[in-house]
């Protein structure tokens, strides 16, 4: 019988994962960033490193490595630009990599975009957001003497995504509301001429949003992403790529059959071959991402490149005949390599963590009570263990889907896993990757179609005896933590329940979050202005009835579910008082920290979680997991209440 070896909590600071890589232009060498843990500095580590990309290359690969991250080539290959997160400001350094040379060229008090190279290899456009949270702007720095222009900004817009034109005189890029109030996300493509003080003009076109352009090289075209409709903005499931003249006019498809383009982190816009005939972008499909290359002149001639996986970013190299990828899947964090366009193959180029043996993920397909199949994952089934203690985890969004991929951010599903747990994750109705019907159908249905397909799933693993049903537990972030707690609000099935950073009451949440004003009307649709819908879909007007064990997460900062709504959950339980509930407050922490905050914050985090559900549940099969030597002290600034 095969033993998963037990993780830890604090395994976390030994992973290491490979991101952004990018092709120099001879396509000898693949820069790319290496994330890992600080434990001293209490911080990410990010550091650039080349590995070479070709048999044979190597002794002419460059061994330097610096720490920083977003590797950018010059057209000419001598120099790659970073970006190095300081104290409170990043600044922008050109490495050389064939001498080991850097220097200096910008230092920024805010945050700062991936460095776009102009085509002569003179001038760098960055986007900045200085102080940090504020407007973003785009700037052209001199790539000698670090001279700074900014492109005319409009009055509380944002400026991102700069892409340079075939011949270096203009500069196209996104601009959308900062704030966008109401009105919900709008963003149009706008050319600068890439000259100091000349004012963009925008492109006309018949999108209601779009962004990330990306030039032809006849400087002829622009491909951006978009939708023709208003909808959800750079986080819509169903984002589409398209193509609009460069002189304005109508947009058309530059691929159809696409279930949602993925924009990168940047963002960037889609990839132009060399010779203009195709694009090269990520498509979300079935909770995979994967590489997808589309003909520019006939938008039905899509090609997938890759398959079940789950595409961090991708690059392509100037002769069009590879692209250097990084992919994530249950058993890597993150590795680099290099993808032959024409013969498919996938050749590794760097590993992510190999030092740890992560459980595997199954993956399975889960009858809806509609009578429809839902894609899920589940990490850790043993068979000889069966039944098993089960976790189920539910996403958030609630347009995020699940996938092959590796979740940094929930650390504590591969501990569970590695314990004799089975974790559960799905993608039910409102899930993206499945195209725009499906991310709609839970429109005005929060907690009610979701919420079923989730228990008719769990009751399928009860039946098949895979799942113990007096050890069931249940876990969900933002979205998923409303849904989590809308779970142990209609059933006592459930023997712990751990809630992280809620939405729980929609009518105060629709006038304290920073998107409520417009997303609360999209996805409530036609029963947006009901007081008596958004009241009873609210978890806290049920928490009197919830009587599983509940740990409720929050991060005090947090803008996007504002702490008052776990706040008011952990009062509603409290006062009813069926059942044990503790509330942890993260000071100083926004939403996103359980993934992308201090790593002692993300290993506190994940500890919480797995000790409440080891000891809440009975007879699991793990073990409590211990603060070795190592382990960073979480804990030290969180305050709990106990009642």
Request: proline share 7%.
């Amino acid at each position: 019988m095969s033993v998963n070896p037990l993780l830890s909590v604090e395994d976390l600071v030994r992973i290491e994962a490979a991101s952004d890589a990018s092709l120099s232009p001879d396509g000898e060498t693949v820069a790319y960033c290496l994330s890992s843990v600080d434990p001293e500095r209490d911080r990410q580590r990010d550091e650039v490193r080349f590995a070479p990309a070709i048999e044979g290359s190597g002794d002419r690969s460059p061994q330097l490595s610096a720490e920083g991250r977003a590797p950018r080539w010059s057209p000419d290959g001598d120099s790659v630009a970073i970006l190095r997160d300081g104290d409170g400001d990043v600044e922008l350094l050109l490495l050389s990599p064939l001498d080991g040379g850097e220097r200096v060229l910008a230092s920024f008090g805010g945050e700062v975009g991936a460095a776009v190279w102009a085509p002569a290899g003179d001038r760098i456009a960055v986007t900045v957001a200085s102080p940090p949270g504020s407007a973003s702007r785009i700037a052209i720095l001199d790539a000698v003497s670090g001279a700074i222009d900014l492109v005319p900004g409009g009055e509380g817009d944002d400026d991102i995504s700069p892409s340079w034109s075939p011949d270096g005189t203009r500069l196209a890029f996104s601009r959308g509301p900062h704030d966008p109030g109401e009105e919900g996300p709008g963003s149009r493509i706008w050319v600068a001429p890439a000259e100091a003080g000349r004012k963009p003009d925008a492109i006309d076109c018949d999108l209601a949003f779009a962004c990330c352009p990306s030039w032809s090289p006849d400087g002829k075209t622009l491909a951006c992403y978009g939708t023709r409709d208003p909808r959800l903005g750079l986080e819509d499931p169903a984002l589409q790529p398209w193509l609009i003249p460069a002189a304005s006019g109508s947009a058309k498809p530059a691929a159809t059959g696409i279930n949602g383009a993925m924009v990168s982190n940047s963002p960037e816009g889609p990839i132009w071959s060399r010779d203009g005939s195709w694009i090269f972008f990520r498509e979300a499909r079935d909770g995979d991402i994967n590489a997808v290359q589309a003909r520019a002149g006939d938008a039905g001639d899509v090609r997938t490149l890759t398959r079940d996986c789950q595409l961090i970013d991708i690059s392509l190299s100037r002769d069009g005949r590879r692209l250097a990828v990084c992919v994530s899947a249950p058993t890597d964090p993150g590795s680099a390599h290099l993808l032959d366009l024409e013969t498919g193959q996938r050749t590794p180029v760097v590993h992510g963590s190999q030092a740890l043996a992560f459980p595997r993920t199954t993956r399975r397909r889960f009858q809806s009570p509609d009578g429809g199949e839902l894609d899920g994952w589940l990490q850790g089934l043993r068979p000889e263990l069966s039944p098993q203690p089960l976790l189920v985890s539910m996403h958030g969004g609630p347009h995020n889907f699940v996938g092959p991929g590796f979740s940094l951010g929930h650390f504590h599903r591969s501990v569970l896993a590695s314990r004799g747990w089975i974790v559960l994750t799905l993608n039910p109705s409102g899930s993206g990757s499945y195209g725009q019907a499906f991310a709609d159908s839970l429109r005005g249905k929060w907690g009610e179609r979701d919420l079923a397909e989730y228990l008719a799933a769990v009751d399928a693993l009860v039946g098949e005896g895979l799942a113990d049903p007096e050890r069931l537990a249940v876990a969900g972030y933002s979205y998923g933590g409303y849904l989590a707690a809308s779970a142990i609000c209609r059933t006592s099935r459930f023997k712990a329940a751990v809630i992280g950073a809620p939405i729980t009451n929609l009518e105060s949440f629709q006038r304290s979050s920073d998107i409520a004003a417009w997303w609360i009307p999209w996805e409530m649709g036609d029963l947006a202005a009901s007081d008596e819908h958004l009241r009873r879909i609210s978890p806290v007007n049920g928490a009197d009835r919830i009587a599983t064990p509940t740990l409720i997460l929050h991060g005090e900062e947090d803008r996007r579910c504002p702490i008052a709504q776990g706040e008011e959950l952990h009062a509603r339980i409290a006062a009813a008082g069926r059942t044990q509930v503790e509330m942890v407050r993260y000071p100083g922490a926004g939403h996103l920290f359980y993934s992308r905050g201090r790593p002692s914050e993300r290993i506190d985090y994940n500890r919480r979680i797995v000790e409440w559900i080891e000891e809440q549940v009975p007879g699991s099969n793990g073990k409590r997991s211990a603060v070795d030597g190592q382990s960073l002290d979480g804990a030290r600034s969180a305050e709990e209440v106990r009642r």
